[in-house]
T-cell receptor
Framework: GQSLEQPSEVTAVEGAIVQINCTYQ??????LSWYQQHDGGAPTFLSY????GLEETGRFSSFLSRSDSYGYLLLQELQMKDSASYFC???????????FGPGTRLSVLP | NAGVTQTPKFRVLKTGQSMTLLCAQD?????MYWYRQDPGMGLRLIHY???????AKGEVPDGYNVSRLKKQNFLLGLESAAPSQTSVYFC??????????????FGPGTRLTVT
């Protein structure tokens, strides 16, 4: 089976940089992805890593180290609208489906 | 292009009643998923489908059934609702290909309360 761990809450101020960590235990690994979910809304895809290293998408970057079973999401130039929950997810079952982490609630303060 | 739609958006059931949640996607995606999300928690996979006419169990399948008779539709059934099934239900889909293997498109969710 798979299990993922994330911090439950993170708080930062507008304009700052924040890192949300994700560690995982898997029987097989097919990549790590990140989703954002605003209160009352649906999850939306942000980024993914299939291989080690950093992937950059605008203000968001995601990092993966397969040897450490670890990844993170980096959010730069934080804005109030970034206040949301962030979930990491690994692909499971030969890549057919996904297991989500418990989520990290990010609060951006003015 | 509506993406992924879910019907209904809200529903209140009494214990023992049955209902069907409908998910529809217009992106010609092969893979479709049903998740439930309880307060303050992540998404847990109920059932999924890798193509028309196929279904498989996820992490928490008990008390639910699914059908994928048409590629664009994925139905989730509750035969005899229980208060433990009070949750927000999300449907998602994805296509083939490298990026699509990681990017799921989610519907807006169905908020179900079982009293």
């Amino acid at each position: 089976g798979q299990s993922l761990e994330q911090p439950s809450e993170v708080t930062a101020v507008e304009g700052a940089i924040v890192q949300i960590n994700c560690t995982y235990q898997t029987s097989g690994f097919y990549g790590l992805s990140w989703y954002q979910q605003h209160d009352g809304g649906a999850p939306t895809f942000l980024s993914y890593n299939a291989l080690d290293g950093l992937e950059e998408t605008g203000r968001f970057s995601s990092f993966l180290s397969r040897s450490d079973s670890y990844g993170y999401l980096l959010l730069q130039e934080l804005q109030m609208k970034d206040s949301a929950s962030y979930f990491c997810a690994v692909r499971d079952n030969y890549g057919q489906n996904f297991v989500f982490g418990p989520g990290t609630r990010l609060s951006v303060l003015p | 292009n509506a993406g992924v739609t879910q019907t209904p958006k809200f529903r209140v059931l009494k214990t023992g009643q049955s209902m069907t949640l409908l998910c529809a996607q217009d992106m010609n995606h092969e893979y479709m998923y049903w998740y439930r999300q309880d307060p303050g928690m992540g998404l847990r996979l109920i059932h999924y489908s890798v193509g028309e006419g196929t279904t498989a169990k996820g992490e928490v399948p008990d008390g639910y059934n699914v059908s994928r008779l048409k590629k664009q539709n994925f139905l989730l059934g509750l035969e005899s609702a229980a208060p433990s099934q009070t949750s927000v239900y999300f449907c998602a889909s994805r296509g083939p290909g490298l990026l699509a293997a990681y990017e799921q498109y989610f519907g807006p969710g169905t908020r179900l309360t079982v009293t």
